[in-house]
């Protein structure tokens, strides 16, 4: 057993991924609480919740994270809430529900292409280690397919819930979705028609040997986006809910941890909108939204981008490490100015201590952190030379599994920060705008969005046929 | 007649919703990053920043201390009578000094009652009763807590006070407190 796990390397990565993988996005999900929390109360003028706290003995430090700590007093809360079923609802349906969308949602993570294909030799032949968990042609309409099945679980649970309420919330949902569906497949349309491929793989491999989605298409990007904003019943979409006018929408009759599901799925609908908007439009797993020059190299469908990520893998990882290092310097910058405020104002001695403490560690941590970062980006960019390493086996540069696993790594990272700036805009966009009325939504998705997609289309499609 | 108001009509750029909508998030954003970076909220952080009450803030109440530590009430029942809420209970005994005639055995404020208007502190003769503490914040987990007794209002450090509250700096510990005290026990007590 342990002798073929050393044999086939690649082989266990692809059974262990379909599992870290989904538990890895999933991390994002309290970050990304805390950045609604945090990031509504900025945008308010006002502090937001910072006050539950750990306290940690050893160090004698009220640890607060910034309000990371609401996350698990959330969950505490709902877990331990009493799991009442009102006697009314349809029990079997109702406690099936809140799990739909969370199952979709994970479903919809594993078609994304978390980093490019890596070429392996396997005995005699060559081999490829994909980055979908799922590999199917139908490639994006699958992942439509699951994202439409989401809201399945709402009118699934609005339905059982037996509520008039729930009912209009999760009637309004299925109607918007089935409004916004229509535009947000005709809006990716025009890219997938540039590609001419429905496989993720091959939209991010036609974006590193192009350019980014977003030069090509804009207006598909923004008809995208505002659909994708439509389909996660965000803002200024979240007519599904209403406070004023339907109670609460669909979740009315559901408490403690099934409620808590719901929510889940919304920020997880929330991250894998995100993910596959970076993929379609911001060129996925590339850094750069050029083609790279290759030396010798004029094979003329390849996955330039990637071989030279792998060519330049010491500069690269050392750039990288280097900017993040830089961040969490500035960040404890930030906290050291941070510090000096609070031992202005604080009440009183005890507290400034305490706080004083705190943010000492957390300085700590930050600085400590940075310059680990900074060190490792000086060691990577002396000791990763990879460009000799690639061996030409049938027109496929081939290289060491530790270059291929390092490139999966800063791969991964690289959509996920993307995938990030497409979370705070959610957020953003949350605390900006005011919602659309019903009957405002129902006339832009069915009169301007789907127009406008239809003519992009068309525009697109002529051109696409001019320049091949 | 009645007034009619146009509805305002909005132009182009405003109807497609996204030059709008971009000039909304800019102006989110510069308040985000403000906060974000510089930190100083408009808002208070409040149980940990405390606003600066002035001193003539109806707060809790304090009862003023003798030179010798003693209070300086006389039991008198003044602010009780004055006191529209009725949340005042004092005992009264007879003092062990021959100078003075009566003390408070027994001193109680009920501040779930207190409506904190100052009628005790206009109503008392002998300037024993205040409310200049600026302590706004009264918390206690159960309802007999809120009932302050004498200990409770006579826990108060000169040090505190400004100055120029000459009173305050009579009592023991106050920068006043070495001559009052001399002036006290030769028979001068107010």
């Not at chain 1, 945008?43 to 003995?57: C, F, L, T, V, W």
């Not at chain 1, 799991?83 to 594993?110: D, E, Q, S």
């Not at chain 2, 006389?74 to 809420?85: K, N």
Request: aromatic share 12%; charged share 15%; hydrophobic share 50%.
């Amino acid at each position: 057993m342990f002798d073929w796990i050393l044999a086939n390397p690649y082989a266990v990565a692809g059974l262990l991924l379909p599992i870290v993988i989904p538990l890895v996005v999933f991390q994002i999900l309290p970050l990304l609480v805390l950045i609604e929390r945090r990031g509504a109360a900025f945008i308010q003028d006002r502090a937001g919740p910072n006050r539950a706290y750990i306290y940690i003995p050893v160090l004698g430090v009220k640890l607060r994270a910034f309000g990371m700590i609401y996350n698990a007093t959330d969950a505490v809360k709902l877990l331990f809430k009493e799991n009442f079923i009102p006697p009314f609802v349809h029990k079997g349906w109702y406690l099936f529900a809140p799990g739909i969308p969370v199952i979709t949602g994970l479903l919809g993570l594993a078609l994304i292409p978390w980093f490019a294909p890596m070429s392996y030799v396997a005995g005699e032949s060559l081999a490829v280690l994909s980055g979908q968990m799922i590999e199917a042609n139908s490639g994006i309409l699958l992942l439509f397919a699951f994202g439409g099945l989401g809201v399945y679980g709402i009118v699934l649970g609005s339905w059982a819930s037996n509520s008039k309420y729930s009912l209009l919330g999760g009637m309004r949902a299925s109607a918007m979705m089935i409004s916004y569906e229509v535009s947000m497949g005709l809006s990716v349309m025009g890219m997938l028609m540039l590609v001419g491929s429905l496989g993720l793989t091959q939209v991010v491999e036609w974006q590193g040997a192009h350019t980014w989605g977003i030069v090509v298409q804009p207006i598909g990007f923004l008809l995208f986006l505002v659909s994708m904003f439509a389909e996660c019943n965000r803002n200024p979409f979240d007519v599904a809910e209403g406070e004023s006018e339907i109670v609460a929408g669909f979740h009315t009759e559901f408490n403690g941890v099934k409620f808590m599901t719901f929510m889940t799925a919304e920020y997880l609908h929330v991250i894998a909108a995100s993910v596959l908007l970076a993929t379609v439009y911001l060129g996925g797993y590339q850094l750069l939204p050029l083609p790279l020059p290759l030396d010798g190299f004029d094979a003329p469908w390849v996955d330039l981008n990637t071989l030279w990520l792998k060519n330049h893998l010491g500069i690269i990882a050392g750039l990288m490490l280097a900017g993040g290092g830089a961040g969490l310097l500035g960040f404890a910058y930030l906290l050291v100015g941070r510090r000096r405020t609070y031992q202005a104002n604080d009440a009183n001695a005890v507290l400034k201590a305490e706080r004083s403490k705190e943010y000492g560690l957390y300085i700590a941590v930050f600085a400590l952190g940075g310059l680990g970062m900074l060190a490792g980006a000086v060691a990577s960019v002396m000791l990763m030379h990879t460009a000799a390493l690639g061996q030409t086996i049938n027109n496929t540069v081939i290289f060491p599994g530790w270059v291929n696993a390092v490139t999966a790594f800063i791969q991964f990272n690289i959509l996920i920060g993307k995938a990030m700036l497409f979370c705070w805009l959610f957020v953003w966009v949350r605390w900006t705008l005011p919602r659309f009325r019903y009957d405002q939504i129902m006339a832009l998705g069915w009169k301007v969005m789907l127009n406008i997609a239809l003519v992009n289309l068309l525009v697109t499609a002529v051109i696409a046929k001019l320049v091949r | 007649m009645a007034k009619v108001i146009p509805r305002p009509q909005l132009s182009f750029w405003e109807n497609i919703y996204f030059v709008e909508i971009f000039k909304g998030l800019a102006t989110t954003w510069g308040h985000a990053q403000k906060n974000l970076i510089k930190g100083d909220f408009p808002t208070r952080n409040y149980p940990d920043e405390l606003p600066a009450l002035p001193r003539d803030y109806r707060a809790r109440h304090r009862l003023m201390k003798r030179p010798d530590g003693t209070p300086r009430c006389v039991a008198c029942f003044m602010c009780s009578t004055a006191c529209p809420a009725r949340c005042i209970n004092i005992v009264a005994e007879e003092s062990d000094r021959l100078d003075i005639e009566k003390r408070p055995a027994k001193f109680e404020i009920d501040l779930l009652l207190c409506v904190f208007c100052g009628f005790c502190v206009e109503a008392c003769p002998c300037d024993a009763i205040r409310m200049d503490t600026t302590l706004g914040v009264m918390v206690a987990d159960n309802r007999a807590d809120f009932v302050i007794n004498k200990t409770t209002l006579m826990d108060w450090a000169p040090a505190d006070y400004p100055a120029t509250d000459t009173q305050s700096q009579k009592a023991p510990g106050g920068s006043l407190h070495a001559q009052a005290l001399a002036d006290f026990n030769s028979g001068n007590r107010h």
